[in-house]
């Protein structure tokens, strides 16, 4: 009995080991998201091609859309939109939310770099970043056609995160094979 | 005295533990913060030492300088002035930014470890003291017994052997009279 003790120092290092060794793989820049399952926050804002014309959650309902927040002083935006051409060129339907930018640089960068979007929403402010709980850009959310959330990414969506993120939501909730 | 010392560790634990989230920290996001209330001011200080930036991981609001923490000042100041509770200002975060963006986290299902551990190691260490304090006290205990014990026995044991030796006595003194 007293020879089994000597070793539960030993237990104990080896089992600290193994949770600090699976920390290891955790992202810790990744926060748990308080609005999957939710829905879409509700808005009233400008469009980034009309200030006049005002949108809302209701231009998007009935319809299975990604809503990307993207702006131009955001550098992994460019990584990503790419991407988001190659998507809409599929057939998913994109929703820009333009977050905290000049709409100028913004209006230009769409016609440089491609407009993947159906149309872009114009949060100068980041009152609907706010409410979405969005802390940094790019991020991608997919809400199905209840204006339900039902995945959030917070960084850039490239083919490996739409492989094993996106794509077996986004092809239950449409029912298409993608 | 042992006590003593852990009254006194304990208290310092405590005294570092408050530390953290009341030092009255500089506000590096030096906005100049208009209230319509002054009364309002304590209130906003403390909501942004406690509320985490969601960007800068280990800032709080107070001290970090990003976009978000900015706007999220700002975004306090205007639920302050609506007359919103301080707990009703931290669920509206909660609900956007989860659990994630307070610094003391609320007593649930997944914190109450966290919670606990610290009065689950104190507990520990007292049951750890306090076995580690009897285990030498039965082993004083036993010697003195033992000791007084055996004091009677040489007691009890010298009467008979008085009598054992008035009987000797007897005995020598017969044969000294039959000689």
């Known amino acids: ?178 | 005295m042992r006590l003593a010392i852990l009254l006194l560790l304990s208290l310092f634990t405590f005294a570092a533990s408050t530390e953290v989230i009341e030092s009255p920290g500089a506000i590096k996001g030096a906005e100049v913060v208009a209230f319509s209330d002054e009364s309002l001011r304590p209130r906003y200080h403390q909501l942004l030492q406690e509320l985490r930036c969601p960007k800068c991981q280990n800032q709080n609001l107070a001290d970090s300088n990003s976009p978000i923490s900015q706007d999220l000042r700002r975004e306090i100041q205007r639920m302050l002035e609506e007359q919103m509770t301080d707990k009703q200002i931290k669920d509206y975060l909660k609900s956007r930014y989860s659990e994630f963006i307070l610094y003391r986290p609320e007593v649930n299902k997944n914190t109450w470890l966290l919670w606990g551990s610290p009065v689950l190691v104190v507990l520990l260490g007292l049951l750890i003291l306090l076995r580690h304090n009897r285990q030498p006290k039965p082993s004083a205990n036993k010697e003195v017994p033992t000791a007084n014990k055996e004091v009677p026995k040489v007691n009890k044991e010298s009467p008979s052997n008085t009598s054992d030796q008035q009987r000797l006595a007897e005995l020598l003194g017969d044969k000294e009279n039959q000689q």
């Open chain 1, 1 to 178: 009995m007293n020879r089994l003790a000597l070793f539960i120092p030993l237990a104990l290092f080896v089992g600290l080991s193994l949770v600090l060794l699976l920390g290891l793989d955790k992202d810790p820049t990744e926060l748990p998201s308080a609005l999957v399952g939710e829905a879409f926050p509700v808005f009233n804002l400008p469009s980034l091609k009309d200030k006049q014309n005002v949108v809302t959650e209701q231009d998007f309902n009935g319809e299975v859309v990604l809503v990307n927040v993207w702006a131009t002083w955001c550098f992994a935006c460019r990584i990503e939109h790419p991407m988001l051409n190659k998507l809409s060129e599929q057939g998913v339907k994109i929703i820009g939310l333009n977050y905290k930018d000049q709409r100028a640089g913004a209006l230009a960068w769409l016609v440089e770099r491609g407009d993947p979007y159906q149309f872009n929403i114009f949060d100068a402010k980041g009152s609907l970043g706010i409410d979405l709980g969005v802390y940094g850009a790019p991020e991608t959310y997919l809400v199905d056609a209840d204006g339900i959330i039902r995945h959030r990414r917070v960084g850039v969506v490239d083919d490996r995160v739409w492989e094993s993120e996106f794509r077996a939501i986004y092809e239950q909730i449409t029912g298409v094979e993608q």
